[in-house]
T-cell receptor
């Protein structure tokens, strides 16, 4: 168990550019979540996958955001035409309730700065 | 929007003292969890309390849950400088099949050596 990993750890981009983040969950975990956290606030839910199926999306996830989890393994979160308001920490978490574990395991996050 | 409020927003104590943080939430829950976050890092799970539990201990941590008041508290006893971090409560809604977590706004704890 190597934990949840996220890449890149930091991303600086200019407004209008597209960015893509990757999350590798703990291998046996079937549930994967994306959250966004702005300075001084708690994380806010963005979207959720069970295996490869994206089952819920927050209204925070505008048309410019898309997430995938091909084959139920790693996940990517893409933001198109970035805006300064997209600057935040993007956190990925995984869990496996079927194993009786209700806690979520978080990755280190990707900090996005849009200039 | 976030589920709950945490109180206080910031807390500064001397090493060795106890730290108490409170959390309030809005909906019926399956469980309530506390997480810790060091500056600029990911979140680390500390402890989970189910809706039918009233108190739980783990090492120097003690969590209470009052579902009638929709509130919880986290007590860290004999604090250490290494406990300096932000602490967040998070709830799993009973109505929610995704089991996503809804976080509070956090308490920033500073433990002075």
């Amino acid at each position: 168990d190597t934990g949840v990993s996220q890449n890149p750890r930091h991303k600086i981009t200019k407004r209008g550019q597209n960015v893509t983040f990757r999350c590798d969950p703990i291998s046996e975990h079937n549930r994967l979540y994306w959250y966004r956290q702005t300075l001084g606030q708690g994380p806010e839910f963005l979207t959720y996958f069970q295996n490869e199926a994206q089952l819920e999306k927050s209204r925070l996830l505008s048309d410019r955001f898309s997430a995938e989890r091909p084959k139920g393994s790693f996940s990517t979160l893409e933001i198109q035409r970035t805006e300064q308001g997209d600057s935040a920490m993007y956190l990925c978490a995984s869990s496996h309730r079927d194993l009786g574990a209700y806690e979520q395991y978080f990755g280190p996050g990707t900090r996005l700065t849009v200039t | 929007s976030q589920q709950g409020e945490e109180d206080p927003q910031a807390l500064s104590i001397q090493e060795g003292e106890n730290a108490t943080m409170n959390c309030s939430y809005k909906t019926s829950i399956n469980n309530l969890q506390w997480y810790r976050q060091n500056s600029g890092r990911g979140l680390v799970h500390l402890i989970l309390i189910r809706s039918n539990e009233r108190e739980k201990h783990s090492g120097r941590l003690r969590v209470t849950l009052d579902t009638s008041k929709k509130s919880s508290s986290l007590l860290i006893t004999a604090s250490r400088a290494a406990d300096t971090a932000s602490y967040f409560c998070a709830t799993e809604s009973r109505m929610d099949s995704s089991y996503k977590l809804i976080f509070g706004s956090g308490t920033r704890l500073l433990v002075r050596p």
